[in-house]
Every structure is written in structure tokens, then in C-alpha cells.
């Protein structure tokens, strides 16, 4: 019998809701003339408290709220831990970047704690209503913080782009649950998965899965639904881009396996290579477009699709190794790509004066520090042993192989090299000394709050390289959260 209260169960979706009420009740009573770099900070400790109220919910047995819509287990406590620690580095990166004389800030720092509520709740979500509710909390958020730097037009046409194609997106999986609820006569996703034996539209079936799947995929920006993705981040402010590329993928990522493991497990033989080709087309169309970028920002956008194509490798295994892995390469991608888009905000300032790769030569001279971390961050992203990268890469591939995908992680691997060529690139051009005849750039002094924001992804990275025993515990305890990967099999390819 389920004896937690409902509310305990969605505590850290209340704080956050709560801290974004409170921070725009305070932005509407300040003066005008007033700074509101406080606010920040409000929504910085309502984003810690819902990091410890995700951790608190550990001591409760697993079980749903709200008349079966809402789950609370390892799985759910695992993500909401990763999202609020994206989102507090994020508001730290964004409590020393955005001017003083900055519009509506207030407005701002609300907007990043609404948007955690809607990707929160996609992590915890067992009804798909629910979960398009969810999604479109998170969604409405971004898009507007996409284009918070609305003096330029690069700011406007990420807002629009982002808005008009994750629209047409969304739209792809509310009709898949439509057709998932015509096949089955339900949206509960456990319900689903005792149906779908004996649906009487298998068809409907079939296409509700692969119209989810689009929608789904978009949000992480997996080839081919991710031609929004270098546009959107190369007008997005920085620090938005650091929290956009990492906690909503993280969120879309959970919710993938929470669909897949727990509403489709006996279609497992189906959407398998169908993630298998994606992965494939990821890494390739990721990389090689990525050889071609002068502008940093845009570069880490075709990185960021090539990741989402090495993490989609682990679902070549099965059971619980296979959503361990993807958990686990989650977390690692954020720690690195949070830690190198917090560098690079450092160099280029909110305005992106310095905004091409050929502007970092000489960060290592003239600011060893900053200059050092993004070498780290970069080796990362590589997968150079004793990184979160590193292991990351190995466990996913190394899933894939047990699940009899060899050519699969042959071809991750292949990639990687094409990979190590841009980012290594990028990491000589940091080290070289700077042209004799080359402007001289301020000096950098970060700021205490963006200090501790890149300290914390360092460490994180670090730690996940070095000793990735404990998350990678708690991943693994994520994974069991679903009963049917601890009962499946890897598939054997090979027949």
C-alpha cells in the first residue's frame, strides 16, 4: 500500500515552482532602478532545496501519485538530482554573465525554473498526457530563453526556428499517443505495456511508437531532426545554450527509456535497429559537419548531435546494462558540455565578441586557469582516459558489443577519431602562442558564482573518469527501476 503522501512525491517540482513564483512576485515589487542579481540567487538556493528534496525522496519506496500519473524510484530521483545540478550551475553561470543594465532579468531566472519543473516532471511521468504537459513546460521556457538577447538577430531567429520546428515536433508525439491510446485505451504506460499483446491495431500500434520517437528525438537533437540545433545554439546566450544542450536532453533521454522500457518492452526487437540507424547517422552527420565550423559555438552544436548518437549506442544492448550505460553517459556529457560552454561564456562574454575558434588562440598565455580547464573539458569530449568522456564512450560501446552491435561500436569508434580531429584543433589553437600582431583582449577575471560553476563541472568530470563507482551505482539502480530490462536479454545480432 502506498502510504507517502502525493505531495511528497513531486516535492522538488513544488519548490522549483514555488522559487520561480516567488522570484517574479519580488522582480514586480523592486524598484526599477534596482539590480536584480538577488533574484539569481533566490532561484539559485529554491534550486538546491529541489536538489535535496529529489535526494530526500530516496527513503521512499517506489510508487505512484496522483492517481497513477506520477512515479517516484531510483529512476526518477537519478535525473531530477542531474537536471537541478545542470540547472544550479547554469544560474551560478548566469549570475556573473547577464549586464547589469540587463532586460527583465527577473523574468529570466524564472523562466530556467519553470522550465526544470516541465523537464522534472518528463523524467517522472507515467501518463503520456502528463508527459506532454511536461514537455510543453520545458518547451515554452526554452524557446523564450532562446531568444532572451532580442537586440540581435541571431537572438530572434533561434527564438523562431526553435519554436516553429519543436512545435511541429511536439505535434509528431501528440499524435502517437493519440494512436497509442486508439490501439490500447489507455495513456498509463504500464497499462500500455499489458495491452499491447493483445491490441487489435498493431498497425496503430507501429506508427503510434515511431511518431513518438520523432517527437522525442528532436528534443535531443538526433540526426535527422537536428537542423535547429547549430542555428539555436549559435543565437542563444551562452549560458542558455550550457543549460538547453544539457538538462532537456537529459530530460528527453529519460523519458526515451521510460517509454521504451516501460510502455514498449515487448517491441524491444523492433525500435532497436531503428535506434541503431539513428545513432549510426548521428555520430556521421555530427562530426563531419562539425570538421567545417570556424565558430565555436556552432562546432559544440554538431558535437553535441554526434553525442546523442554515441549515447543512442547503449540501447544496441538490453536490460539493464543498456539503461545504465545511457544514464551514465548522460551525466558525464553534461558535467563536460556544461563545463565547456562556462569557459567559453568566460571568453566571449554575453555579447560573443570573441566568437570563432581562431579568437582562443593564446587563451593558455594569457589566462592559464580558464585556458587549462577548456583543455580539460576538450580532452573530455574526446574521451582521453581518467575523464567522465572517457568512460562514458567505453561503457556505451562496450553495451553495444555485449548486445551483439560490434559494427555499431566499430563505427562509434571510427567516429570518435573524426572527432578528436576538431576538438583537437580547437585545443592547439588555445595552446599556441598568440600572433605578434593580434588585438589584445582584456584580461579575465571571472566572477565567484561562474568560478564555482566550472569548478563543479571539473570536478564532476573529473570524478566520473576517476572513480565513477557511485553514479554509476546509482544508475545501475536506476535501471532496475524497470522491471522488464532486469527480466530481457541483450539481442544477439548476429542471427
Known sequence: MNTVPDLYRILPEVILTLTGVLVMLLDAGMPKTTARRPLGWVAAFGTLAALWASLWQLGFPAGTAFYATVQTDAF???????????????????????????????????????????????????????????????????????????????????????????????????????????????????????????????????????????????????????????????????????????????AAFALLIRILYGAFPTLHATWTPILWGIAVLSMTVGNLAALRQDNVKRMLAYSSIAHAGYLLAAFAGGGVASITAAAFYTAAYAAMNVGIFAVVTVVSGYDERLPLIQDFRGLLYRAPAVGGLLLFFLISLVGIPFTGGFFAKFLS???????????????????????????????????????????????????????????????????LGLAPGRVLGAAGDAARSFPAAITSSPITWAK
Not at 558489443?401 to 562509434?412: K, P, T
Not at 571510427?414 to 576538438?423: D, I
Request: glycine share 8%; aromatic share 10%.
Open 397 to 463: 560501446f562496450s553495451t553495444a558489443v555485449d548486445g551483439g552491435a560490434v559494427w555499431l561500436a566499430i563505427i562509434g569508434l571510427l567516429n570518435s577519431g573524426v572527432a578528436a580531429g576538431y576538438y583537437l584543433r580547437f585545443a592547439v589553437t588555445v595552446a599556441q602562442a598568440p600572433a605578434a600582431n593580434a588585438p589584445r583582449h582584456p584580461a579575465l577575471h571571472p566572477g565567484a558564482a561562474v568560478s564555482v560553476a566550472i569548478v563543479l563541472a571539473a570536478a564532476a568530470t573529473l570524478v
Open 76 to 250: 526518477s530521483v537519478f535525473f531530477h538530482v542531474l537536471i537541478c545540478g545542470i540547472v544550479l550551475v547554469a544560474l551560478l553561470l548566469s549570475l556573473d554573465t547577464l549586464p547589469a543594465d540587463n532586460h527583465h532579468p527577473g523574468e529570466y531566472y524564472a523562466l530556467i525554473t519553470f522550465g526544470a519543473v516541465g523537464m522534472c516532471l518528463m523524467t517522472s511521468a507515467v501518463e503520456l498526457l502528463l508527459v506532454f504537459i511536461a514537455l510543453e513546460i520545458s518547451s515554452i521556457a526554452t524557446y523564450i530563453l532562446a531568444g532572451y538577447r532580442k537586440n540581435t538577430g541571431k537572438g530572434v531567429e533561434a527564438a523562431i526556428k526553435y519554436f516553429l520546428l519543436g512545435s511541429f515536433a511536439t505535434g509528431f508525439l501528440l499524435y502517437g499517443v493519440a494512436m497509442i491510446f486508439g490501439a490500447t485505451g489507455t495513456t498509463q504506460i504500464t497499462e500500455i505495456a499489458a495491452k499491447l499483446p493483445t491490441s487489435p491495431s498493431p498497425a496503430f500500434v507501429f506508427a503510434g511508437l515511431a511518431l513518438m520517437l520523432v517527437g522525442i528525438l528532436f528534443k535531443v537533437s538526433a540526426a535527422p531532426f537536428h537542423v535547429w540545433t547549430p542555428d539555436v545554439y549559435e543565437g542563444a546566450p551562452t549560458p542558455v545554450v550550457a543549460l538547453m544542450s544539457t538538462a532537456p536532453k537529459a
